[in-house]
């Protein structure tokens, strides 16, 4: 290994370690404002079930303000009442399931109308009383949806984000420890870095794919969850909550959408493969390969093959970051007429002389080849991609 490649890996090391390190905080955010959602959701239904509802008295309601240091207003309404249970007299200030300053709509201005109403009127207000300890008592039981919908957008955002990144660090951490040995017993042939690469059978990499739909499906729906309780009564009573909560869960059922498809193409072709006559491919040399899918291709579809080589370059850092992709070079064949299950779909063509070979050590300048497989069917559609090592070796293949 030169000093290039070995200053190369151990960059590519230090960066993943930083990249695991920075996507920490994000994850714990989102995990963390996901729980504070299902917190106040159970946590009010366990009040509204198992704690008494007693009438309580307003002594005393403020509605305070706090001016943050960027300029914004957040208000906060303070309150205390007296309430009697059991021939006891109890006092409480706590007003709601999670205290705080807020500006997320008019609940806390309204609040504080209606409490001081109370007070002045000296008509007495609902209170539900700890019976376990009559010393605990809330005013308002009830999750507000407008803070559900804050967390839950916080919580998907960063959750995404912080749990995807620190995913794919590991991922990538497993992939290195799995190719380093490889690598060292093969230092002059990158085309058996990759255990996928071993044989000329290549295997469709949908396994991935499915766990990856699979986990954000089900982190949406539990980041989510509680909300669609909520949208019957944000209906109800109006106003312009009504169409931020709808368009949150409309875009929840697109993505959900999106993952359900891919999940239903991944079990539906799982087994798919593609055979060739020898791996790796060679620039100017044939490419021979056998096409193989579990599913039946009926007669009035088009199955679409291709070979492509495809050139991708990233440039800036940060936010700034871009990857543009091009293809360089495709070879296309068509199939039509009824395909059975296990059929052998021949695919022939010759490689050109000047084609580059796979990218394997430049992650910001790479050329990818990938054997593709399209066509429009009824249900989910085919869409199938191997990825294909090329270099620069071995002897001359004839036709």
Same mark, same amino acid.
């Given at each position: 290994?030169?000093?290039?490649?070995?200053?190369?890996?151990?960059?590519?090391?230090?960066?993943?370690?930083?990249?695991?390190?920075?996507?920490?905080?994000?994850?714990?955010?989102?995990?963390?404002?996901?729980?504070?959602?299902?917190?106040?959701?159970?946590?009010?239904?366990?009040?509204? =079930?198992?704690?008494?509802? @007693?009438?309580?008295? @307003?002594?005393?309601?403020?509605?305070?303000?706090?001016?943050?240091?960027?300029?914004?207003?957040?208000?906060?309404?303070?309150?205390?009442?007296?309430?009697?249970?059991?021939?006891?007299?109890?006092?409480?200030?706590?007003?709601?399931?999670?205290?705080?300053?807020?500006?997320?709509?008019?609940?806390?201005?309204?609040?504080?109308?209606?409490?001081?109403?109370?007070?002045?009127?000296?008509?007495?207000?609902?209170?539900?009383? =700890?019976?376990?300890?009559?010393?605990?008592?809330?005013?308002?039981?009830?999750?507000?949806?407008?803070?559900?919908?804050?967390?839950?957008?916080?919580?998907?955002?960063?959750?995404?984000?912080?749990?995807?990144?620190?995913?794919?660090?590991?991922?990538?951490?497993?992939?290195?420890?799995?190719?380093?040995?490889?690598?060292?017993?093969?230092?002059?042939?990158?085309?058996?870095?990759?255990?996928?690469?071993?044989?000329?059978?290549?295997?469709?990499?949908?396994?991935?794919?499915?766990?990856?739909?699979?986990?954000?499906?089900?982190?949406?729906?539990?980041?989510?969850?509680?909300?669609?309780?909520?949208?019957?009564?944000?209906?109800?009573?109006?106003?312009?909550?009504?169409?931020?909560?709808?368009?949150?869960?409309?875009?929840?059922?697109?993505?959900?959408?999106?993952?359900?498809?891919?999940?239903?193409?991944?079990?539906?072709?799982?087994?798919?493969? @593609?055979?060739?006559?020898?791996?790796?491919?060679?620039?100017?040399?044939?490419?021979?390969?056998?096409?193989?899918?579990?599913?039946?291709?009926?007669?009035?579809?088009?199955?679409?093959?291709?070979?492509?080589?495809?050139?991708?370059?990233?440039?800036?850092?940060?936010?700034?970051?871009?990857?543009?992709?091009?293809?360089?070079?495709?070879?296309?064949?068509?199939?039509?007429?009824?395909?059975?299950?296990?059929?052998?779909?021949?695919?022939?063509?010759?490689?050109?002389?000047?084609?580059?070979?796979?990218?394997?050590?430049?992650? =910001?300048?790479?050329?990818?080849?990938?054997?593709?497989?399209?066509?429009?069917?009824?249900? @989910?559609?085919?869409?199938?991609?191997?990825?294909?090592?090329?270099?620069?070796?071995?002897?001359?293949?004839?036709?």
């Amino acid at each position: 290994m030169n000093f290039t490649t070995h200053a190369r890996r151990r960059g590519s090391i230090k960066g993943g370690i930083f990249l695991a390190l920075f996507s920490l905080p994000f994850a714990a955010v989102g995990v963390g404002m996901t729980v504070w959602l299902w917190r106040d959701v159970m946590l009010s239904r366990e009040i509204k =079930n198992q704690w008494r509802p @007693v009438p309580a008295v @307003v002594k005393d309601v403020e509605l305070e303000r706090h001016r943050g240091s960027k300029g914004g207003t957040t208000y906060e309404t303070t309150v205390t009442y007296a309430y009697t249970f059991e021939g006891r007299t109890y006092e409480s200030s706590r007003l709601g399931l999670s205290g705080g300053a807020d500006n997320i709509g008019d609940y806390q201005q309204k609040l504080y109308a209606e409490l001081s109403h109370s007070r002045e009127t000296e008509r007495p207000v609902e209170c539900r009383v =700890n019976p376990a300890d009559p010393t605990q008592a809330v005013l308002r039981p009830d999750w507000r949806p407008e803070m559900g919908l804050f967390h839950a957008v916080f919580g998907l955002v960063f959750g995404a984000v912080g749990l995807g990144l620190f995913s794919g660090c590991v991922a990538g951490a497993i992939s290195g420890l799995r190719t380093a040995p490889l690598k060292r017993r093969h230092p002059q042939e990158p085309w058996l870095w990759r255990s996928e690469w071993q044989s000329p059978v290549l295997l469709a990499p949908l396994g991935r794919k499915l766990v990856v739909a699979t986990a954000v499906l089900a982190w949406v729906h539990i980041v989510t969850a509680p909300l669609w309780s909520a949208l019957p009564a944000s209906w109800a009573t109006g106003g312009a909550f009504k169409w931020v909560l709808s368009g949150m869960l409309l875009l929840v059922l697109v993505v959900s959408g999106f993952c359900v498809r891919t999940i239903l193409h991944a079990r539906k072709y799982r087994g798919a493969r @593609v055979e060739f006559d020898a791996l790796p491919l060679r620039p100017g040399g044939l490419c021979n390969a056998r096409l193989y899918l579990p599913q039946t291709i009926s007669l009035g579809a088009t199955l679409e093959l291709a070979l492509v080589c495809s050139h991708s370059v990233t440039t800036g850092r940060g936010k700034q970051r871009t990857t543009n992709t091009t293809k360089i070079w495709t070879h296309h064949e068509t199939v039509t007429g009824l395909i059975g299950p296990q059929q052998a779909i021949p695919f022939s063509c010759r490689l050109p002389e000047s084609v580059p070979v796979t990218t394997l050590d430049y992650p =910001n300048d790479v050329h990818t080849w990938t054997f593709e497989a399209t066509a429009d069917v009824p249900g @989910v559609d085919l869409n199938l991609k191997f990825e294909v090592p090329v270099f620069a070796t071995g002897a001359r293949q004839t036709s």
